[in-house]
């Protein structure tokens, strides 16, 4: 049985040092209370659809990607167009809002959705321990009372009920449905094919971590996120969250979510390598990215250039 009072209080406030941006306060106010926010349009479709025409030509290259598996994690190192993606200014305004000023990128993932492809079921995440049993994200912060980690989800074609949306259960990010932590092997050192899903949750089975097995959300509190290419959805994994099967016969969705924390989170803390989705991880070349303020921290090893030599860009906390 889960101790509850042994889990990290779950919370829906943003940090204390919050750069509070006018033109969005209503939208930080919406995403506090439900967990989430959008659609919030980054590029005109035309300009998304060529974007990520060129993003799929450069993926088929991974001979300068961090990772020797088949799992398109931190392609932002070797596909120039992530690189300047990832620091987006609307990106970085609102993560201001809600982080503070001083803010790390620490993934990218790629989420195709095939024709064909079930639904991906209802799942809530913290520290990223389901993969294998070890916290990817450390707070180090014993004041901070906020969000830790924030998910930005670029879809580049159109994702729809049909095709495959997100959804969120509005609200419950307030409380503990799953926990992570739970002894389990569902999903846990199996070799499995990521781009190629026809299970739940990429391989991993989330029902074996909710806290009440009888739980399932209240169909009012379901909101299904339909977007169009170049528009984004900002949410906060601790958010239940899940997506719709692709009942098409030829529509891919694909979107390219970015993982980003403040600088006091530490990022696969003591560790030189993970495991997920039945791939090993080697994190020799790894580095997080600042795209926001500074880092006075220095838990992190901070990359500032691509594998191209390109560098990174630190926008300023305003």
Known sequence: MTDLQALPKPTA???????????????VAAFQRDGFFGPIKLYEPDEASSMIREIRAQN?????????????????FDIPLLNSHISHPTIIKYLQSILGPDVLMWRTEFFPKFPGTEGTEWHQVRDYSYANGNPQLLPTDPDWNAFIDITVWTAWTPATVETGCLRFVRGSQRNWYYDERKTTDSGRGQNFDVNNSGTAFFGYK??????????TPPEEDVV????QPGEAVIFSATCVHGSEPNVT???????????????????????????????SFDLSDYGSVLVSGEDKFGH???????????PFTTRPAR
């Open 206 to 215: 989330f029902a074996d971590f909710l806290i009440d097995p009888a739980w």
């Open 224 to 227: 299904r996120m339909e977007m």
């Open 300 to 310: 992190n090893k901070i990359r500032t250039q691509d594998v191209h030599g390109q």
């Open 60 to 76: 088929q290259d991974h001979s300068k990607a961090l990772y020797h598996n088949n799992v398109n994690y931190d392609r932002h």
């Open 249 to 279: 016969e030829r529509e891919t969705r694909f979107a390219i979510a970015g993982r980003y924390v403040p600088t006091h989170v530490r990022v696969y803390p003591n560790q030189k390598q993970f495991t997920a989705h039945g791939a």
């Open 13 to 27: 406030n943003l940090a204390a040092n919050a750069v509070a941006h006018e033109d969005i306060k209503d939208d």
